[in-house]
């Protein structure tokens, strides 16, 4: 498949900034060529914002933070009509959320009604001010962060918000060499202003349709959905994935798939995309979060008590 090497090139550019962070990157166009969001929960300072602007740049795309506070307005999120003087009417001033790659950093800080607004947009991929109904630009994706150790002062994602998003990433610290190569490269300048783009947009609306067409064998559907299916019967889950799951991490192998050059889904990358895709998606038991069960290690449960199929994978 051509796409391969256009999202290889993508891939090596982000990590001239993202040093020792592949499989991060390799999960943030994951998302990208699935037409999904990702929501990145970490620390500050370990990359989330500068992992944005690398994608944003790499592309050649428009790219916008949003810089979510207690006091943001759906209105600083989707823009606002104002009445032009000269000419008598009111004209659409666009908000940060009309561009290809979109920041949204520490989205739990914005009140569940701006959080409600910024999540529409992302699943209807357009917004509507004032009665006039815009589409977003393609391709769209949105990367939201949020800090996962200060509460004080937030309003936590519902369940059901966070299902909207294809992935959650955990970015985590880099390794002491690599910390050392990020010292190092940012000796005289930040390696962002070396980014150059390497693809363009419409190379990824044709790389997006393409991971669509990645054939996925019976058997190996009837897997993800008997994966999905045992987080609901888990002991120590009180809420299992929703079907909305059962399509994220067929969506997700496929385009693992893809990267790997493969027109074909294996077991394995159902297995690689499970934690990524469905952990965000349940609620542990109350019993179960005392004994300090994370829901990553509940999905990687599931990922052993459910039988592997032995599919015969057509090649072509």
Partial sequence: MDFVSTTRRIADNVEQVMVGKSDTVQRSLIALLCRGHVLIEDVPGVGKTVLAKAIARSLGCSYSRIQCTPDILPSDITGVSMYNQ???????????????????????RATPKTQAALLEAMEERQITVDGRTSPLPRPFLVLATQNPIEYEGTFPLPEAELDRFLLRLHLGYPSPEAEIEILDAQRASHPLERISQVATAEEVLAAQDAVQGVYIDDLIKRYIVDLVGATRAHPDIYLGASPRGSLALYRTAQAHAALAGRDFVLPDDVKAMARDALAHRIIVNPSARIRSILAEDLVHEVLGSVPVPGATVRQR
């Fill in 86 to 108: 000269k000419s008598g009417e009111f004209e659409y001033r666009p908000g940060p959320i009309v561009a290809q790659v979109v920041l949204a950093d520490e989205i739990n």
